[in-house]
């Protein structure tokens, strides 16, 4: 009987459990660029079956907050590589999240230039830029002609990843961000083929997985969907009708992965009608992880049922460097430091506690 802590064959590779490290900004890399700070935090979590990078700009474009790193330069691919070496030096498995933010962003991050979307639809909120707190705008409609450029960035970037030695990526096509943005029709008001019908709205989803696809090849890449977070302004008029369309349309490309996050369920109703997540499980033929808010006993519950195949863990992840022992002991988890979330030094983020060696 499979638990946490049975190997898991994803595409080509076997893990050696079934625990997940979520992706997590954590605004660490000045200047966009990966740190030595950056590969020790991988480092000490590289317990984890699967760990999978914060996301990772795949152009300037991209950008949507501060000191993020990317994956689009010469410097970056670097970084990322001293990264990658040292987590495969621990043995372990990590995947690079690519990311572009599209509206979630601001002029200031764009040399005053307005930031992407599928539509010119000024999101509720604030966002974080370098000069503060600053209200989020109305973002430019992204043309037919540019489309197919936003796509060979995804490739471009993967292929630095690639470059870069990890061992495979994540398309981020969730939390409100330019995938996500055509996906869902509150956020997508195009009349063009990438917007109206559904096809239409899963158009540059799939483009962008087949781009990245070709550089890597379907069984090391995964793609990461919310179908109920609100974050960033997010609604749908029938989640369940979009995203089970979206995940029958990914199943042709036998994925490494597909990484369903839950959050969303505490706010029933804010990002459309809700639905039973379950369906998208059923619809799925590959490997199936999930997020929110679990535990040990719930994620092994949901493994022994099929319900999922592995669990990506965040925030006890982000306290606990050695988050894979202590669920195996059943050992207390450190208590996280909001604070020392987003930026910052080591304080709140290489220097939390692993258990003691008499208790390992």
């Given at each position: 009987m499979s638990d946490l802590f049975s190997p898991l064959t994803l595409g080509s590779l076997t893990l050696p459990n079934r625990i997940v490290m979520a992706p997590m900004t954590r605004n660490r890399a000045p200047e966009t660029v990966p740190t030595a700070l950056m590969s020790t935090y991988y480092v000490q979590r590289a317990q984890a079956g699967l760990l999978i990078t914060e996301g990772s700009q795949i152009s300037t474009e991209a950008v949507g907050y501060p000191t993020t790193p990317?994956?689009?330069t010469d410097a970056q691919e670097a970084g990322w590589k001293k990264i990658t070496d040292a987590v495969h030096a621990q043995k372990g498995h990590i995947f690079l999240q690519l990311w572009h933010c599209g509206r979630a962003s601001h002029p200031d991050f764009h040399g005053g230039a307005l930031p992407v979307s599928s539509s010119a639809i000024q999101p509720k909120g604030q966002t974080f830029t370098p000069q503060g707190l600053k209200d989020l705008v109305t973002p430019r409609a992204l043309t037919l002609e540019e489309i197919p450029r936003v796509i060979a960035d995804y490739a471009h970037a993967a292929e630095r990843a690639k470059r870069a030695g990890f061992d495979g990526v994540e398309i981020h096509g969730a939390n409100g961000y330019l995938i996500d943005q055509f996906l869902r029709d509150g956020s997508n008001k195009r009349t063009d083929n990438y917007g109206g019908s559904l096809e239409n709205r899963?158009?540059?989803?799939?483009?962008?997985?087949?781009?990245?696809?070709?550089?890597?090849g379907a069984d090391r890449?995964?793609?990461?969907?919310?179908?109920?977070?609100?974050f960033n302004d997010m609604f749908d008029s029938n989640p369940q009708t979009t995203f089970t369309y979206a995940v029958e349309q990914l199943n042709r490309f036998k994925l490494a992965y597909l990484h369903i996050t839950e959050m969303g369920q505490d706010a029933p109703g804010v990002a459309g009608p809700g639905f039973d997540l379950g369906l998208l499980r059923q619809c799925w033929k590959g490997v199936y992880i999930t997020n929110g808010a679990y535990d040990k006993a719930r994620g092994n519950a949901a493994i022994t049922k099929g319900a999922a195949d592995a669990i990506a863990f965040g925030v006890p992840f982000l306290a606990n460097p050695d988050l894979v022992k202590r669920l195996e002991l059943d050992a207390a988890?450190?208590?996280p430091d909001q604070t020392t979330f987003y930026g910052g030094d080591e304080r709140g983020y290489t220097d939390y506690p692993a258990l003691s060696n008499d208790k390992k």
């Open positions: 990317g994956i689009h899963t158009r540059f989803l799939l483009e962008v997985t087949q781009a990245v696809v070709n550089v890597w890449v995964g793609v990461r969907l919310s179908p109920l977070q609100p988890l450190n208590v």
